[in-house]
């Protein structure tokens, strides 16, 4: 019983990661799952009674359930929606040795490697006019479009001594054609997949991303494989504990979905930045609260920060501390670091424990390695813009910032309950 219950939940995820090629594409996606649950736009201008509201601004998205009782200490969760990959520059098109190219530039953290000899599709957001206005359009290529061709080993025989060395100016301009490039072959695509004239094509944030669709992996499906775990997978988490909290009554509960955190969170809808803090602020102003009633609401609260994980890897064991190990599919993972590059401490760690327990889902503890650097994620600015007790979890992987990643099947099941647990107001 269980496990169907959670291979139908991993379906689900898998299903909606495939349908967010992009952070825009994965806000709109959970706005439309929001609004088919009920949920409204908030229109600040308007005052109102509590309820079910959203708001999107481009990649970024917060949303929450007031409940009965508005005014209660609120339950958050944050997680982001980007992930590194390969982005489409202003002036793309490029032409060498009989091949059409579009040059790219690598956004965030990216393993460079993992982008080799995928057959890759375009996504993303595409500004054009309509009349007097710019219309946003998202965009999605039908098939494959684009391949960075690895170089053949014949050509590069020291490679899997001496290791893949890959320039990111010179290496990874993908082949999307053959013959003559033109200045402006790629405006002539945009402007037909979003039909409008080429000289209405104003502006665009276009993306490669790799079109195999997710996949549980192994003769018992105990792997799940596809792009964007980190962290579309805390996304589809957080989306679900809003839906739970709603059916379950209670909150009030909270979500916001940052896009940016990959290159460090400041942007106007990245963790360090004003706007959960103003949107929040207005949310409590159209309920009729003073400011003061709203900071003391705020500071009441507790958030949780998702993000993803590392799984020890089995065959790099000696890369992880020795007695923080963590195991694919044992449950969320309480991340631990007293440099605050993850803002847990011992009170919220304890308060997400008992989450958990109410759960009834294991859960398990991250501490990294003294003698490597370690990495963050949107928990410390979160924090420290809400001025908010919170913790840092995500769900185990492997292949971190891969083009394709994974995961355990049943860790899905898991983060869903403890998610949802969380934004019940479990432990606390
Ligand atoms: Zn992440």
Redesign the pocket.
């Known amino acids: 019983m269980m496990v169907a219950v959670g291979t139908d939940v991993a379906h689900d995820m898998m299903g909606f990661i495939d349908a967010s090629p992009t952070p825009y594409h994965a806000v709109h996606n959970v706005a439309a799952r929001l609004s088919d649950a009920g949920f409204e736009e908030f229109d600040p201008r308007r005052g109102g009674q509590p309820g079910a509201r959203f708001v999107v601004r481009d990649g970024g998205l917060v949303a929450w359930f007031d409940g009965d009782s508005p005014a209660k200490a609120p339950r958050l969760l944050g997680a ?1 929606t980007d992930s590194p990959n390969l982005r489409i520059r202003p002036r793309p098109d490029l032409g060498v040795a009989g091949f059409r190219q579009l040059a790219v530039e690598v956004y965030g953290g990216a393993l460079l490697n993992s982008w080799l000899d995928r057959d890759l599709g375009l996504a993303g957001r595409v500004a054009v006019r309509d009349g007097a206005e710019i219309r946003q359009v998202l965009v999605r290529s039908g098939g494959p479009m684009l391949r960075v061709p690895q170089l053949a080993i014949h050509l590069d025989r020291g490679i899997n001594d001496k290791g893949l060395q890959l320039d990111p100016q010179q290496h990874l301009s993908p082949v999307w054609g053959l013959g003559a490039a033109h200045d402006g072959d790629f405006v002539e695509w945009v402007a037909a997949l979003t039909e409008v004239a080429t000289t209405d094509v104003l502006g665009w944030d276009i993306a490669c991303f790799d079109t195999e669709p997710p996949a549980l992996i192994g003769p018992d499906g105990d792997l799940l494989a596809s792009a964007r775990l ?2 579309l997978c805390s996304t589809f988490g957080a989306l679900e504990a809003l839906l739970a909290l709603r059916w379950a009554g209670g909150g009030p509960g909270v979500i916001v979905l940052h896009d940016h ?2 290159v460090g969170s400041t942007s106007t809808t990245g963790a360090d930045s004003a706007w959960v803090a103003s949107v929040l602020e207005q949310r409590s102003a159209a309920l009729g609260w003073e400011r003061v009633e709203h900071l003391r609401w705020i500071e009441s609260g507790a958030m949780v920060s998702a ?2 994980a590392h799984a020890t890897h089995p065959n790099h064991t000696g890369r992880h501390e020795p007695n923080h190990w963590v195991l694919a599919g044992g449950g969320p993972v309480i991340k631990h670091n007293e440099n605050q590059r993850y803002a847990t401490d011992g009170t919220g760690a304890a308060r997400f424990r008992l989450a958990c327990e109410d759960a009834g889902v294991p859960v398990q503890d991250y501490s990294h390695r003294g003698d490597l650097p370690c990495g963050s ?1 949107i928990g410390p600015l979160s924090s420290a813009r809400l001025a908010l007790d919170t913790v840092d979890v995500g769900m185990a992987q492997l292949s971190m910032h891969s083009a394709r990643e994974l995961m355990a099947t049943d860790d899905v099941g898991h983060m869903v309950a403890a998610f949802s647990a969380w934004l019940q107001g479990g432990g606390r």
């Open positions: 982001h980190d962290n955190e990959e993000d993803m994620t």
